[in-house]
């Protein structure tokens, strides 16, 4: 029997994480994907946010709230933004009534990749927001090489419930915005890799109470993984990452970045928060 002076070593749990942004219904996870979410909550992170980034993609996101712990949300990305539309926008409004729904996204500017023209991705993510504003629910934006753009948009629209900054990587200038605007931050893998110096003294910098922690799993996999299939579990590299960015102990950075999201999407206790209903 193992107690205090035994010489066992006592294993300490895993603090309590949320990834707050997957994209577990990817095919890449077809066929191991209990083995991915048990590996999860391994690791901590057991509740997860799976974002339904477009149409053909909402069915797979809801069924995936069957599992313990997941939760999603539903939108349209800027790279499908061709597919808006006000049937697109009725679904969506039904989409974002189911239980498990906890945000409109991710939706936002991308002129990174040949997609949609500006002026598509502009109204699609203007007519997202207002969405949001109408059903008051928080959104989940994506942002690449636009941040002149976004702003001009934001400022000119309603202000949701709540705004997450997904995977942030802009500049000290639309960090600024986006705290002065209440925004939050969602930090993920980039924030480990050797290009982003420049993004590790902006995220040293905002306040920890603003911060959630994500994976973009499949993508974005954090520096040092072998696999280069990024899944949830790679949320607590995110966690001890940013402890030590901060200066600041595991446990803090676990109970802040949890509380975080938990206000954010109103999330339940993941032992209570089992059904896809």
């Not at 219904?25 to 992170?45: M, Q, S, Y």
């Not at 008051?136 to 934001?154: G, N």
């Not at 001890?240 to 595991?250: I, M, Y």
Request: charged fraction near 25%.
């Amino acid at each position: 029997m193992s107690g205090p002076g035994s010489g066992d070593e006592v294993r300490r749990a895993p603090p309590r994480l949320v990834d707050s942004h997957c994209h577990l219904d990817e095919p890449v996870f077809d066929a191991d994907r209990a083995r991915v979410l048990a590996a999860a909550r391994a690791a901590g992170a057991d509740r997860l946010i799976n974002i339904g980034y477009r149409p053909g993609r909402w069915s797979s996101t809801a069924a995936l709230t069957a599992e313990p712990g997941v939760n999603c949300t539903f939108g349209v990305h800027p790279q499908h933004a061709d597919e808006w539309s006000t049937v697109t926008e009725d679904t969506l409004r039904g989409q974002l009534a189911h239980p498990r729904a906890r945000a409109l996204g991710e939706i936002g500017l991308d002129y990174v990749r040949d997609g949609p023209p500006a002026v598509a991705q502009r109204r699609a993510f203007a007519d997202q927001l207002a969405l949001a504003v109408a059903l008051d629910v928080p959104v989940v934006i994506h942002q690449r090489a636009a941040e002149d753009d976004l702003m001009d948009v934001l400022a000119r629209s309603a202000q949701p419930r709540a705004v997450v900054l997904h995977s942030f990587d802009g500049s000290h200038r639309l960090a600024a915005f986006a705290l002065d605007r209440g925004y939050r931050f969602g930090v993920g893998g980039l924030i480990t890799r050797t290009g982003s110096a420049n993004l590790r003294k902006i995220v040293a910098e905002l306040p920890l109470e603003r911060l959630l922690l994500e994976t973009d799993s499949p993508y974005l996999t954090p520096s040092g993984v072998k696999d280069r299939r990024n899944q949830p579990a790679n949320v607590a590299r995110v966690a001890a990452f940013l402890a030590d960015l901060k200066r600041a102990s595991l446990d803090e950075i676990a109970t802040t970045t949890t509380a975080n999201a938990e206000a954010v999407f109103g999330l339940r206790d993941a032992g209570a928060d089992a059904g896809g209903g």
